[in-house]
């Protein structure tokens, strides 16, 4: 059996993801480079039975045929919580750095390499790429904010339900950002936060207060989700403002 270097984990996440890792390379050892793990799974936020297992596997030369050997897989184990990997060769990768290098940061930043070479930990992120990514995802956002409060139609609990869905896109940015202002991003999502209103001044209790909501720690009424929107918009346009604002 091929050996996992996830050592670091603990056992019942072992328990979790060996099976279906030790099958994919049971299959196709001989095309592939590198797996990893990476995003929330690795980070104090990793909750159990809602946290989706997120994964990139770089093949050694990209090869369609693979996908037929993966997609079967997905019944068998997408109800323990492991999503569809990425996958992508070497190539594709350093490639690919100044088109997504805010997914590629966070892929340097939260991953653990599990077999084969890591090509993920000595990745160079071009700053002035990235700001204008952190800038285009967060001025997309408003944009996003206007549509979902239209399309709630004044359905408060669609309103609500709509936020909570998209906020996932938002750790990586706030990641990027405290990247552009010289900082290195912590893991979990309270401690970036607590990072970025010490060094913008944003007010980012809203941010927590989605997260909160999305894992079922709190359920907002119409009128606190009233509230909840307003602050969400004005933190991400303050969030647009200070990434403008970067000179790299």
Known sequence: MTCLKTESLSPSLQEKISPFFHEILQNSTSQIHSVYLVGAVLTEDYQEQTTKIDSVIVLKKMDLAFLDTLAPLGAKYGKQGLAAPL??????????????????????????????????????????????QCERELKGKLIWLHRIYVSAMGDKKVLARDIVSHFGG????????????????????????????ALTGTETRVFEEIYDIRNGLSKPSEEETSRLFAEFYRGTEKLAEVVDGIKI
Do not use: C, T, W
Request: glycine share 6%.
């Open 87 to 132: 996958i992508m060769d070497p190539a594709y990768l350093h490639s690919s750095l100044d088109v997504f290098p805010l997914e590629f940061l966070n892929f340097k930043l939260a991953h653990l390499s599990i077999y084969g070479e890591d090509l993920l930990a000595g990745l160079e992120i071009d700053q002035k790429e990235l700001r204008l």
């Open 170 to 197: 938002y750790l990586p940015i706030f990641r990027g950002i405290l990247h552009l202002l010289g900082q290195v991003p912590p893991l979990g999502l309270k401690k970036v936060l607590d990072l970025i209103f």
